[in-house]
């Protein structure tokens, strides 16, 4: 069997983009992939990060997303210097919405979309 790697980065010329994929049934998996990620954006020297998650299966209950938001709070403070879209699968939409409020009370720039497009005018705004 072919080992799937969890994301790809694409140094685009407005932002960078991390397209993800795979299961993510662990947060602290989730924590290392997102400071692999911000190192590499902030390597760029970019501010706009969108990350596609439409293709990662999501294994968490709901009051996961209040923990990871407090994981990034302690251990990724570093994300609440750049602006950050995520773009999810319609069924990871609530578990995202719930995150993405949870973070922005928290001080981070976060959003969450299931369409491309509105993610990237949001981003770009």
């Not at 990620?37 to 501010?47: L, N, P, V």
Request: neutral net charge; proline residues 2%.
């Amino acid at each position: 069997m072919k080992k799937v790697e969890p994301f790809e980065i694409i140094h685009l010329k407005a932002y960078t983009l991390a397209k993800c994929q795979g299961k993510r049934n662990k947060l602290l998996q989730v924590i290392e992939n997102a400071g692999i990620i911000f190192r590499q954006t902030e390597a760029h020297k970019d501010t706009l990060l969108m990350i596609d998650y439409r293709k990662v299966d999501f294994a968490f209950p709901m009051n996961d997303a209040f923990n990871l938001a407090k994981m990034f709070e302690l251990m990724l403070s570093d994300y609440q210097h750049i602006k950050m879209v995520v773009i999810c699968a319609e069924h990871n939409l609530n578990f995202g919405a719930f995150w993405k409020e949870i973070s922005q009370k928290r001080g981070f720039n976060f959003n969450v979309f299931t369409d491309e497009e509105e993610a990237e005018q949001w981003l770009m705004a």
